[in-house]
T-cell receptor, first 112, second 116 residues
């Protein structure tokens, strides 16, 4: 069974700090890894990673995948209170690109 | 463009009642996926439907749960004789017929079901 483990489970920082969120996985026939941000409602898509070593970047957020060591990191620089959310990591595998296996998430709290 | 629309946002049911959750996909989308998020758990896949067809229901509990996506109207996730353990957030996502092999899923705002 596919497995996704995120760490830390929760994190409290101050505005302006840089944070790194971790996601490790065990998957048969890996296809892709995705990051989502979940505030009080819908998980919002951030990144999809399929190749090792290629950084994806969007503003202050960036992510990279290591398929050899089976993990990904999500970096957020110059954090803002609006970054407070649960960050979810998910993987797809095999022939399916719709059956995501999610981790339990990292709860990030950014204090002013 | 309206995203995936789910209703109701919140639903309270007593044990033994039925719950019906609705999902209207994005315009032009013909594939719908339901996920469930139990308290303190990650989201888990339940079912994948196309119009009038269930493609993959490997994540659905064997009893009391059913899903449909009729030719007209929203997709419905139906839970009969609800129990407290059904209390969760239920999310729906949709995709177009010709979605790319690696297109990400985009989720609706979810329905929070509380069973009292």
């Amino acid at each position: 069974e596919d497995k996704v483990v995120q760490s830390p489970l929760s994190l409290v920082v101050h505005e302006g700090d840089t944070v790194t969120l971790n996601c490790s996985y065990e998957v048969t026939n890996f296809r892709s890894l995705l990051w989502y941000k979940q505030e009080k409602k819908a998980p919002t898509f951030l990144f999809m990673l399929t190749s090792s070593g290629i950084e994806k970047k969007s503003g202050r957020l960036s992510s990279i995948l290591d398929k050899k060591e089976l993990f990904s990191i999500l970096n957020i620089t110059a954090t803002q209170t609006g970054d407070s959310a649960v960050y979810l990591c998910a993987v797809t595998s095999g022939g399916s690109n719709y059956k995501l296996t999610f981790g339990k998430g990292t709860l990030l709290t950014v204090n002013p | 463009n309206a995203g995936v629309m789910q209703n109701p946002r919140h639903l309270v049911r007593r044990r033994g009642q039925e719950a019906r959750l609705r999902c209207s996909p994005m315009k032009g989308h013909s594939h719908v996926y339901w996920y469930r998020q139990l308290p303190e758990e990650g989201l888990k896949f339940m079912v994948y439907l196309q119009k009038e067809n269930i493609i993959d229901e490997s994540g659905m509990p064997k009893e009391r749960f059913s899903a449909e996506f009729p030719k007209e109207g929203p997709s419905i996730l139906r839970i009969q004789q609800v129990v407290r353990g059904d209390s969760a957030a239920y999310f729906c996502a949709s995709s177009p017929l010709d979605r790319g092999v690696n297109s990400p899923l985009h989720f609706g705002n979810g329905t929070r079901l509380t069973v009292t």
